[in-house]
C-alpha cells in the first residue's frame, strides 16, 4: 500500500512539470485518467469528479482518495494518508498531454486519456 501511495503522490507530482499558466489547473483531469509507467509498473488515477479519484496500483489493487486545486497546485489524499500536493502547475494537464520524469526510481512516463481507462 505504501508504494501505491507513492507512487500516486509521484504521479500527480508529475503533471506539475506540464508547461504555461491556467485558471484551473485540475480542469482537464475531470473524468479522464492519469496512467504511469515506470519500474514499478503501470498505475492509473481515475479523476470522475473535482473532489474523488480512484487509484489502481501495479497489483490490481484500486484505492479511493480526494483531490483538489489549492491555486495551482493539485492536491491529494489517497487511502488513510496525509494530504499531498504537487509543485506549482505550469499548464493544466488535458487529454493527450504526456511526459517522462525523472524520480528517485527512475523514468516514470505519464499520459492523460480519456474517460476511465480501467
Known amino acids: 500500500m ?19 499558466a491556467h485558471a484551473n489547473v485540475g480542469a482537464g483531469l475531470v473524468g479522464n485518467t492519469v496512467t504511469l509507467t515506470g519500474p514499478s509498473g503501470v498505475m492509473k488515477i ?4 473535482t473532489s ?4 489502481k496500483g501495479a497489483d490490481g489493487a484500486e484505492v479511493p482518495g480526494t483531490w483538489r486545486v489549492d491555486g495551482n497546485k493539485i492536491c491529494t489524499t ?3 494518508n496525509p494530504e499531498n500536493c504537487t509543485d506549482a502547475v505550469e499548464e493544466a494537464p ?5 511526459g517522462t520524469i525523472e524520480g528517485e526510481q527512475g523514468a516514470v512516463q505519464w499520459a492523460v486519456s480519456e474517460g476511465k481507462d480501467f
Open 52 to 55: 474523488s479519484i480512484v487509484v
Open 94 to 98: 488535458t487529454v493527450g498531454s504526456s
Open 78 to 80: 489517497v487511502g488513510e
Open 2 to 20: 505504501k508504494k501505491l501511495v507513492l507512487a500516486a503522490a509521484f504521479a500527480v507530482s508529475s503533471l506539475a512539470l506540464a508547461g504555461a
Open 46 to 49: 481515475y479523476y470522475p469528479d
